[in-house]
């Protein structure tokens, strides 16, 4: 697994900060449904953090229904998972991100149209 340079937030815990690291590559299939997940070790290494931080980001992760356990395999991405992440993600954009967004366009005086056609100014 390639080592990947994070700047952790203050703001939340690193392992829900791993967590989101691991729901984004669910979601761009950098790990697909039915794939293996590194073990706990390497994705530790990868992200410059502790074991134990990585173990408790798949724990919940398995919580929540994304990832199974399989003996002898290690954490794997459960089947059907991705529409379900994309479901939820969508939601929680439009409910979270969305308004704070929308309030800045607004503020700024820019034009969605205008910023997909690359003329901000």
Request: proline share 4%; no cysteine.
């Given at each position: ?24 590559a669910i979601l761009d299939r950098t790990y697909a449904e039915g794939q293996r997940l590194p073990s706990v070790r ?80």
């Amino acid at each position: 697994m390639k080592r990947r340079p994070h700047k952790w937030q203050n703001e939340q815990p690193i392992y829900k900060q791993l967590m989101d690291e691991v729901i984004a590559a669910i979601l761009d299939r950098t790990y697909a449904e039915g794939q293996r997940l590194p073990s706990v070790r390497a994705l530790a290494e990868a992200y410059n953090v502790n074991p134990l931080t990585s173990a408790k980001a798949y724990r919940e992760l398995q919580r929540e229904g994304l990832i199974e356990s399989v003996r002898g395999e290690g954490f794997i991405v459960k089947e059907g998972v991705h529409a379900s992440l994309m479901k939820r993600e969508r939601s929680r954009f439009i409910k979270e991100e969305w308004p704070h967004l929308r309030a800045r366009l607004a503020r700024l005086d820019l034009d969605l149209k205008a910023l997909f056609a690359g003329s901000a100014e």
